[in-house]
């Protein structure tokens, strides 16, 4: 099975798609059996705190809500060009999307008008998994970030709460770093791989949840060649050498 897995990507009115019609075309080209988006494919930033209030945010979120599904045309539409059977897509929902609950969780009156089904996703032929719900696919189990316990996210390679203690090949996002560790488990090779991000080249410096960290970051896609039983051939792409 060949997978191409892409980290947090950020839809955000305020930056062009080059990058996600380049992801797209890179798709295209590799013929992926499996796609798995890992969250933060939006950025939800009209959501940005609790308690925010809708009334003043309502054409930022609409913003929010176009922008993420035109997203999605642009990197469908290099896909779908090639009218060969399409791949599996699937995306974990990431604490950016996840946003939108947790606003209607605190504001129950607007549990009607705003939910993530606007986002476009499932519309886009995409398999939608809630946020923190890990999915397995070819021995590998994909989520947006490994939750500790104290609630919050946990380190990748951390020995009680990450890929360690599951005993299984673990692949997540949300640091925006890259990083790949692996270790025998049980006469086996597990991996634990953080996936780093695609977001627009000028977004790490741009937003202040970012910029203190985006000299971290990496920004890329991988493929998983040959993914069975939760091991692979592995290539990082960066975002340069898509042209983004």
Same mark, same amino acid.
């Given at each position: 099975?060949?997978?191409?897995?892409?980290?947090?990507?950020?839809?955000?009115?305020?930056?062009?798609?080059?990058?996600?019609?380049?992801?797209?075309?890179?798709?295209?080209?590799?013929?992926?059996?499996?796609?798995?988006?890992?969250?933060?494919?939006?950025?939800?930033?009209?959501? #940005?705190?609790?308690?925010?209030?809708? =009334? !003043?945010?309502?054409?930022?979120?609409?913003?929010?809500?176009?922008? +993420?599904? /035109?997203?999605?045309?642009?990197?469908?539409?290099?896909?779908? !060009?090639?009218? !060969?059977?399409?791949?599996?897509?699937?995306?974990?929902?990431?604490?950016? =999307?996840?946003?939108?609950?947790?606003?209607?969780?605190?504001?129950?009156?607007? =549990?009607?008008?705003?939910?993530?089904?606007?986002?476009?996703?499932?519309?886009?032929?995409? /398999?939608?998994?809630?946020? $923190?719900?890990?999915?397995?696919?070819? $021995?590998?189990?994909?989520?947006?970030?490994?939750?500790?316990?104290?609630?919050?996210?946990?380190?990748?390679?951390?020995?009680? #709460?990450?890929?360690?203690?599951?005993?299984?090949?673990?692949?997540?996002?949300? +640091?925006?770093?890259?990083?790949?560790?692996?270790?025998?488990?049980?006469?086996?090779?597990?991996?634990?791989?953080?996936?780093?991000?695609?977001?627009?080249?000028?977004?790490?410096?741009?937003?202040?949840?970012?910029?203190?960290?985006?000299?971290?970051?990496?920004?890329?896609?991988?493929?998983?060649?040959?993914?069975?039983?939760?091991?692979?051939?592995?290539?990082?792409? !960066?975002?340069?050498?898509?042209?983004?």
């Amino acid at each position: 099975m060949k997978i191409v897995a892409i980290g947090d990507m950020h839809a955000h009115p305020s930056y062009n798609l080059k990058h996600f019609r380049a992801a797209g075309e890179f798709c295209a080209e590799e013929q992926p059996d499996v796609i798995v988006q890992i969250g933060d494919w939006a950025d939800v930033s009209s959501i #940005n705190s609790h308690g925010s209030k809708l =009334e !003043r945010e309502g054409s930022r979120w609409k913003q929010d809500a176009e922008v +993420t599904k /035109e997203s999605l045309v642009e990197f469908m539409r290099p896909i779908l !060009r090639r009218k !060969r059977k399409l791949p599996r897509r699937l995306i974990t929902l990431g604490n950016h =999307e996840h946003r939108i609950n947790r606003w209607v969780g605190e504001n129950p009156t607007f =549990e009607h008008d705003i939910s993530i089904n606007d986002l476009g996703f499932e519309d886009a032929g995409f /398999e939608v998994f809630p946020y $923190g719900q890990y999915v397995s696919i070819a $021995g590998f189990n994909f989520v947006h970030c490994i939750m500790g316990k104290t609630g919050r996210p946990a380190a990748l390679n951390g020995m009680t #709460n990450g890929y360690r203690k599951q005993g299984v090949s673990v692949v997540h996002g949300h +640091t925006h770093t890259k990083e790949h560790f692996h270790e025998y488990h049980r006469g086996r090779r597990i991996h634990g791989i953080d996936l780093g991000c695609l977001i627009h080249k000028d977004m790490g410096a741009g937003e202040s949840w970012s910029n203190p960290t985006e000299y971290t970051y990496w920004r890329g896609l991988w493929v998983f060649d040959n993914a069975a039983n939760g091991d692979a051939d592995f290539r990082s792409v !960066r975002a340069e050498t898509l042209g983004v």
